[in-house]
Nanobody
Framework: QVQLVESGGGLVQAGGSLSLSCVASGGIFTDYNMGWFRQAPGKEREFAAAINWSGGVRKYADSVKGRFTISRDNAKNTVYLQMNSLKPEDTAVYYC?????????????????WGQGTLVTVSS
């Protein structure tokens, strides 16, 4: 069973950038597709980005496409989310998630393993 720990959240002004990291342990990292999800106050958790086990396939929510980049370093058991041109509506707790699955899912219910989350606050 894989454990996930996120880091890198914080407070940033609109238009700024942040980079989130998620370190995995307790499993074979390349067995897992990885996703980033976010949950804003009073809203449901939503998909942000996902990457397959090799890094060769990446998917993004329309709301972050062109601004966020997901990547992974399998040698470091780490997945990243580079967030540029941040907007106040990007304010949320960001969660890293993992799943052993043939295809790359965009649905949170497909992911059984979750980190504790890291808060990103974008001020206007």
């Amino acid at each position: 069973q894989v454990q996930l720990v996120e880091s890198g959240g914080g407070l940033v002004q609109a238009g700024g950038s942040l980079s989130l990291s998620c370190v995995a342990s307790g499993g074979i990292f390349t067995d897992y597709n990885m996703g980033w999800f976010r949950q804003a106050p009073g809203k449901e958790r939503e998909f942000a980005a996902a990457i397959n086990w090799s890094g060769g396939v990446r998917k993004y929510a329309d709301s972050v496409k062109g601004r966020f980049t997901i990547s992974r370093d399998n040698a470091k058991n780490t997945v990243y989310l580079q967030m540029n041109s941040l907007k106040p509506e990007d304010t949320a707790v960001y969660y890293c998630a993992a799943v052993r699955m043939y295809y790359l899912s965009l649905t949170s219910s497909a992911y059984p393993y979750w980190g504790q989350g890291t808060l990103v606050t974008v001020s206007s």
